[in-house]
């Protein structure tokens, strides 16, 4: 069923869907996946999309000039996980992995990427005994993400707590082997300086020439993203900041144009798009 587009709260935010509405073959869709178009699940590796995802993209995707699904992940577990490849009118899409340094277009179904940063296999290698060592608790696991590490601390007896205790020692060892250490829902990731998904934003807007930009994220790693579509806004593009709804982060909350009830209500919006743009 069709339902009726929701209104963004703020006068930027209306502009950039009046833009969109009005121009969507110059319109990038940008997308976060875990939390955004799949719901958080306290083990990432059985993380899925939104079982209505796709029919929702599939329909939007002919419509704008791009959609770009923007994440940590290597951009090969994000296809896999969300069930990109071979989809009929997904031809538009891309998925920019490791905050971009990696990057699937859905037209060619291949990958293409730089050299990995040698500080991560450091890092890996160090990690057992700095965790062992911590007394941040039983429950923490070490996810591999090939150009990056996660340190998750969700399964933790007392999540937050183990999540301080590891900050400081985490970003410690990230700085001594060229790294950084990116915060979000219970989870710290090391990975190489200057990928980010403002950065992954900007360039692919840029290479598309889009004309309005739609962001929509649930975490900490999606601020860069929209201060990204913040400056586009200050240069004369418009655009649209969504949050997909959660408790644990309130920054993206306070910043969003939109706020949507979590994985559902950015399919829901996507879909409703789609119908309002046929």
Same mark, same amino acid.
């Given at each position: ?14 502009? &950039? ?112 005994? $700095? ?41 410690? $060892? ?15 990731? $090391? ?70 009830? &979590?994985?559902? &209500? ?11 743009? &046929?």
């Amino acid at each position: 069923m069709s339902g009726t587009l929701p209104t963004p709260t703020t006068q930027a935010g209306k502009e &950039g869907l009046d833009a969109l509405l009005a121009r969507p073959g110059k319109a990038l869709i940008g997308l976060d996946f875990d939390g955004t178009l799949a719901p958080i699940v306290a083990d990432p590796e059985r993380a899925r999309a939104h079982p209505e995802a796709m029919p929702a993209l599939a329909a939007l995707a002919p419509k704008v000039a791009a959609v770009a699904v923007i994440t940590g992940r290597p951009a090969e577990v994000a296809v896999r996980n969300g069930g990109f490849a071979d989809v009929p009118g997904l031809e538009h899409l891309v998925v920019l992995g490791h905050y971009g340094a990696e990057r699937w277009d859905a037209r060619s179904g291949e990958v293409s990427a730089p050299e990995p940063h040698p500080g991560v296999a450091a890092v890996r290698t160090e990690l057992p005994g $700095l965790l062992e060592g911590s007394g941040a608790g039983q429950g923490t696991w070490v996810e591999e993400k090939g150009r990056a590490v996660a340190v998750h601390t969700r399964r933790a007896a007392d999540p937050q707590a183990a999540f301080e205790a590891l900050r400081a020692p985490l970003t410690d $060892l990230a700085a001594r082997h060229g790294l950084i250490v990116e915060p979000g829902r219970m989870v710290l990731e $090391l990975r190489p300086p200057g990928m980010d998904k403002g950065v992954a934003l900007s360039e692919f807007a840029r290479e598309i020439g889009a004309g309005s930009v739609l962001y929509a994220g649930d975490d900490l790693g999606d601020l860069p993203a929209y201060a990204a579509v913040d400056k586009l806004r200050s240069d004369g593009t418009p655009g649209l900041l969504v949050c997909s709804g959660s408790d644990e982060v309130t920054e993206l909350r306070e910043r969003a144009d939109l706020v949507v009830d &979590g994985p559902e &209500g950015v399919v829901r919006l996507l879909r409703d798009l789609a119908d309002r743009l &046929g």
